[in-house]
């Protein structure tokens, strides 16, 4: 069973940055699809960037040029830094990984069988 550690997030001032970790483990084959989705309470899960095995990537059009997904397959580690933080940045962030071809940030917003996530890591951006 796949397991997704975050960590690194926090409470920043607007126009901060902060780097979020994910530490993927306990898979047979890596996940074909890597990535963050968001979530504020009481809306739905957002999307925010995907990462393919081969590296091909997927942004959500809110985070383009501020955000930024990379992994170290030698450390096993997912990164999303991200740089000019918004107020509207604040939510529990979620590292997600999928077992599909059809890798984009919109799938780790859909409950599915082969669909896993981490425990969530908090982002806080103050105006």
């Known amino acids: 069973q796949v397991q997704l550690v975050e960590s690194g997030g926090g409470s920043v001032q607007a126009g901060g940055s902060l780097r979020l970790s994910c530490v993927v483990s306990g898979y047979t084959n890596y996940p074909y699809c890597v990535g963050w989705f968001r979530q504020v309470p009481e809306s739905e899960r957002e999307g925010v960037a995907s990462i393919t095995r081969d590296s091909r990537i997927i942004y959500v059009e809110s985070v383009k040029g501020r955000f930024t997904i990379s992994k170290d397959n030698a450390k096993n580690t997912l990164y999303l830094q991200m740089n000019s933080l918004k107020a509207e940045d604040t939510a529990m962030y979620y590292c997600?990984?999928?077992?599909?071809?059809?890798?984009?940030?919109?799938?780790?917003?859909?409950?599915?069988?082969?669909?896993?996530r981490g425990q969530g890591t908090q982002v806080t951006v103050s105006s």
């Open positions: 997600a990984a999928a077992y599909t071809s059809a890798c984009s940030p919109n799938i780790f917003t859909t409950r599915r069988p082969g669909n896993y």
